[in-house]
């Protein structure tokens, strides 16, 4: 049988990790010690949460006053236009740039605002010094974003998470820690009197990222005979697979404990030092993507098909297209290609990638 290659459907577990995501137990004690691990990494207080747009929300809202002009990548997923709303606050999209998919720098100069979230783009490191020089002249505050990053470090050395006043991380589908769904903030500045989440998670979620990685492997399998896809279709529909952008913000929701258990351990092992995708511009990337799907590899789903992902949110959130060109270009020309394939196995795929490349 033809090997195929995925970009989503829990495509970056291994046969062993499926096993021990469907079978590991939690318990109390493996959110405590989750909580402990963070609270030393990041240096400050952490609090577990069920996503990361709940731990972003927390930290948006524990260190802005309602109504603050918070600066949000103008490439970025639907869950940080979420976690702004959600807090009360007003997102300023500030344009990114085609070499890292960060903010541009000239436009950030002119634009006010009393925060700004640094999301690291795939794992492409801001200029952290440029981006706390803005912060301090305009005397706004950082909040770092993790959900693409954990691990990296800046230019300077510093690693990500421990510069700004607070830090937010996903465990969410195919995050830099993936663990289906959770998250946590570490507040680094001011620590709020504020207790842990209360609510147990609702068992539909539970049983749902219990089993994703398993239907995922089953989807992937059933593509050999092209019904992956109408597989995958058939569990969204009849809500034993949630699509990531449906994953509600509640910041009163614990984690699954095997959740929390199974993250400490991606956390322990971190060495991420690089990005989780590389990312191409191409030209007319419908036609790539056919190329690509008739050589085995099943590239969709990219970070980002619109400047706020996925499509279906994308009309909610009244993106200023005029003031962010560039975003709205690269949505339409990027392809990103995972990290957790081998130079190897992705070969064939960059040669026709290749012949598509506008800039990179
Ligand atoms: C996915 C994502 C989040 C948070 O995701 P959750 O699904 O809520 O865990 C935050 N920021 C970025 C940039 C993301 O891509």
Redesign the pocket.
């Known amino acids: 049988m033809k090997k195929l290659y995925f970009l989503g459907a829990a495509a970056n577990y291994s046969r062993k990790q499926r096993l021990a995501h469907t079978f590991a137990i939690g318990t109390k004690n493996d959110v405590e010690d989750l909580k402990d691990f963070l609270r030393k990494k990041y240096d400050g207080r952490a609090i577990i949460t069920k996503?990361?747009?709940?731990a972003?929300a927390l930290a948006l809202k524990h260190n802005f006053e309602k109504g603050s002009r918070i600066i949000v990548?103008g490439f970025?997923?639907y869950?940080?236009y979420e976690?702004i709303k959600a807090a009360g606050m007003e997102p300023v999209f500030v344009d990114i740039n085609k070499e890292d998919l960060n903010f541009d720098l000239n436009v950030l100069k002119n634009t006010k605002a009393d925060g700004i979230i640094v999301?690291n783009s795939l794992g492409n490191p801001v200029d952290i010094v440029a981006i706390e020089k803005w912060a301090k002249e305009n005397n706004a505050k950082i909040v770092e974003?993790l959900?693409?990053c954990a691990g990296a470090k800046y230019a300077d050395g510093r690693e990500v998470g421990t510069v700004g006043v607070a830090t937010?991380l996903?465990?969410?589908?195919d995050?830099s820690i993936d663990t289906i769904?959770?998250?946590a903030v570490i507040f680094r500045d001011k620590i709020p009197k504020i207790a842990d989440p209360r609510l147990r998670p609702r068992l539909s979620d539970h049983l749902r990222e219990r089993f994703y990685p398993m239907f995922g492997a089953m989807s992937r399998g059933l593509t050999h005979i092209h019904l992956g896809g109408a597989f995958m279709k058939f569990l969204v529909a009849t809500h034993q697979v949630q699509r990531?952008?449906d994953?509600r913000?509640e910041t009163n929701r614990k984690i699954s404990k095997f959740e929390a258990k199974l993250a400490l351990r991606q956390l322990e092992t971190l060495e991420n030092e690089g990005p989780i995708r590389n990312f191409f511009l191409v030209k007319d990337r419908e036609e790539v993507l056919k190329k690509l799907r008739e050589a085995g590899y099943y590239f969709n789903g990219f970070?980002y098909e619109k400047p706020v992902s996925p499509a279906r949110y994308y009309e909610k959130v009244g993106f200023p297209e005029e003031s962010c060109p560039v975003a709205v270009e690269v949505a339409q020309k990027i392809i990103n290609v995972p990290t957790f394939y081998t130079e190897e196995q992705l070969a064939p795929a960059l040669k026709i990638i290749n012949k598509y490349v506008e800039k990179n």
Do not use: E, I, P, Y
């Not at 996503?51 to 709940?54: E, Q, T, V, Y």
């Not at 996903?170 to 589908?173: A, C, Q, R, T, Y």
């Open positions: 996503n990361g747009r709940s972003l990548n970025t997923c869950a940080v976690a999301q974003d959900a693409h937010a996903s465990f969410g589908k995050k769904s959770g998250g990531s952008a994953n913000l970070w």
